[in-house]
């Protein structure tokens, strides 16, 4: 199992192997330049029953790959 904890030389590493991620972010930051007052509203604009659906299906697939039921 891995650690829960990543670094921010770990992160930088991720960051560097996924292109697509690091390109969304660079652009989320420089579109939030031209109206830093819409920042405060993100939180409010994630649809976040989908996070917590999608969060827990995670932790029920990384449970039962690590304990080999399957």
Do not use: K, N
């Not at 960051?15 to 690091?22: A, I, W």
Request: proline fraction near 6%; charged fraction near 15%.
């Amino acid at each position: 199992m891995g650690r829960l904890l990543l670094t921010p030389a770990d992160i930088a590493a991720r960051l560097q192997r996924d292109r697509l991620l690091l390109l969304l972010v660079l652009l989320c930051f420089g579109l939030s330049l031209f109206d830093p007052d819409a920042i405060a509203t993100y939180p409010q604009r994630v649809d976040w029953p989908t996070i917590a659906a999608l969060a827990g299906l995670l932790l029920l697939t990384t449970g039962l790959e690590e304990s080999g039921f399957l």
